[in-house]
């Protein structure tokens, strides 16, 4: 049942509505005069209440103060109202004891308000808890940090997360409780104005949300959107999202700012403790350090140096401090403009920034937050808190930027360009927030940003090309036989040079780390890898990346005829390699031994040698067994075991796409497959295949989200491309497997 209240924003009309129930259940209950009180905590003692919240309460009592039947006789009224109740009764030796054992109870109990009985015993606990809580402060807090770091880990940041958690996600509602309890502390303060308007406001978002859902929750699943949105009086859905990822944003922000301030002043030596202002320790002009943050020096002319700016986030970024948000605030205030090209000074101490690694990401959230960020790079606000379409990012495309910067900055030994790279990395999805496919829209965006920059017109050229190509080689290398000749060709015409290439292959690891883990496991790394370095062989230049054994020690008892079958552990999955006579319908067979097994296939690769046919499966079950593994394959030869008829083949609600690309290879028909992810699909495709009697010389597989997107190279037994009549015939029977 929902509390009363004139609507979803009135927080204190519930609040003083379970005011009221409680203190009346309370008077009806004949409790003690004296030494009892009837107290409010956590939430409800903050009179934050969403409509369907529970009270949370406690009935406590000095330790000499028989209570009797009392407390049944104060819940019953309230369990009647058909109101929400978390209660308990206890003593106030047993507050204060939990409250030392348990952060959490220790938390809730910063916020007790008193609600009936003795306002003197309520008054003495709140004080004695108050007391406790910053006596044991320098203790206790390094378990609090570790308690709140465990939760981010587990439920992930509510400005990045698909179904954001309101209260337990970082920058929720657990956290802005957590930053008051840091300021109880006195040890550190906090914005108060930043953290209460934000803190005010999603918790109205929490009000709507429940008014929407109907009952109690913190979870804003995808369909809640739109009504949220019309609660919350915003134009649309993409509204709601901004607003709550973005006030999600800012409780982070504070909360990662506050909580390294509590590092400073934890580490900070016992002899030091009594000193309040921090030392100053210059850095370079203008710049200095005051304890963990960057500020100004009285000799900083933030109006005549354009580049101090960016210098001083570049300073912060590099020593892993903060920049402090004062500082940036006045930077944005008081700074000259960056002139049109920039000057060396700001170009480089933008690439620095950029190659900081992990203090990047502190430093670039102070930029965006205090309005630095938009006076050097305004093209930002088009990406900013922009969701990814696809679901297999974890980030807002904005952070996704970020992270892919840092990323690169692990690889700039790879690379002549360093520079060119970092700003490619930052760059690289600046196009997206419009119709147009990103990469064509940012091409110009990032040569004019470049520009802009003071890059020469050499380095604009691969910053152009880098952001239009940044997926080609991901794409190609999922798509396309990497050891076919025309791969090599036609990625080699569209990056140009050895250089790009090698700029573009460091961006496009850096971009799927960023991603997600599973973009860059090793089966797609090395794919990457091998396309590149054969693209490399084209642009005449030996690239520094692992080559793809062509030539595999053939077992005697496979010379004999017999099969082998080899199992060796793989990141988060395991590489079989299956060795037999070859034949058609080899890879057929090899297949089905994974689909009954009901193991997710990510890569395929076959091919003959010496008349042995050679299959390399990349799948996702560890500990496999290679006994099992060859018994059941020789029941498939052997024809004990149908595979077909142990498929369950689940209807796609869109049908398959199966596309001929009769250029894409000189010496075979390439066949791309786009169907839903399942067990069986390979082997129902080299299945088809089979029965007419052709050959899959290499197999591609690559699945993302719900599908798979497979590209099969196949030829005539004779060995040759298909006839344009054949490739008809081999998808029309590609097809109709996938959709039987």
Partial sequence: ????????????????????????????????????????????????????????????????????????????????????????????SQMLEQAGADLRVALGLLDLRHLAGDPNLTLRLRSDVLA?????????????????????????????????????????????????????????????????????????????LHDVAGRATDRVAPELWDDLAERLALDDDGAAQRQVRELGRRITHLSRLTWRRVDGVLDRPASARAVRRPELVPVETGIALAGAEVVLTREARPGADPTLLLRAARVAAERDVELAPATAARLVADSAELPDPWPTAARQAMVRLLAAGPGLLPVWETLEETGALSTFLPEWERIRLLPHASGIHRFTVDRHVVETCREASRLIRDVARPDVLLVAALLHDIGKGGLTEHSIAGEPLARSIAC??????????????????????????????????????????????AEALALLLALTEADARATSPKAWSSWRAGLVRTVAARTAAVLGEAAAVEQVPEQVSVPREVRRGGTAIAVLADEGGSRVT??????????????????????????????????????????????LDEKVLR????????????????????????????????????????????????????????AALAALDLTVRSAHVDTLGPQAVDVFYVQEQSAGALTDTRAAEAAHAVRAALSG
């Fill in 132 to 208: 406790h809580w910053r006596r044991t402060a320098r203790e206790r807090l390094p378990a609090l940090r570790e308690l709140v770091r465990k939760r981010h880990d587990v439920v992930g940041e509510l400005a990045h997360l698909s179904v954001p958690d309101l209260k337990e996600a970082e920058g929720g509602l657990r956290d802005a409780t957590v930053l008051t309890a840091l300021v109880a502390t006195w040890l550190v303060d906090v914005p108060h104005v930043d953290l209460e308007r934000s803190r005010l406001a999603l918790l109205d978002v929490r009000d709507a």
């Fill in 452 to 497: 802009r920059m003071g890059f020469d017109e050499a380095a604009v050229e691969l910053v152009g090309v880098l952001v239009r190509r940044h997926l080609l080689l991901s794409e190609t290398a999922t798509t396309r036989d990497p050891e076919d000749p025309a791969t090599a060709a036609y990625l080699a015409e569209q990056v140009g040079s």
């Fill in 578 to 623: 299956v060795l037999a006579p070859d034949r058609v319908g080899l890879l057929a067979d090899a297949a089905a031994l994974f689909a009954m097994q009901r193991t997710s296939i990510r890569s395929a690769r076959a091919w003959a040698q010496d008349q042995v046919g050679i299959s390399v499966w990349e799948v996702a079950e560890e500990d």
């Fill in 1 to 92: 049942m929902p509390l009363l209240s004139d609507g979803p924003g009135d927080r204190r009309g519930r609040a003083d509505a379970a005011d009221a129930l409680c203190v009346g259940a309370f008077d009806a209950a004949d409790a003690p005069e004296s030494g009892c009180a009837l107290v409010a905590v956590g939430g409800y003692g903050r009179r934050e209440l969403a409509p369907y919240s529970d009270l949370d309460v406690v009935l406590v009592h000095e330790d000499d103060v028989e209570m009797g039947e009392a407390g049944e006789r104060v819940w019953y009224p309230i369990w009647d109202s058909g109101v929400r109740l978390d209660h308990s009764v206890r003593t106030v």
């Fill in 631 to 686: 018994q059941r394959f020789d029941a498939i030869v052997a024809g004990r075991v149908d595979p077909s008829a142990r498929l369950t083949r689940d209807p796609d609600r869109a049908a398959p796409s199966v596309v001929v690309h009769p250029e894409a290879s000189a010496r075979s028909t390439v066949l791309e497959v786009r169907a839903a992810d399942r067990p069986g699909v390979v082997h129902l495709v080299c």
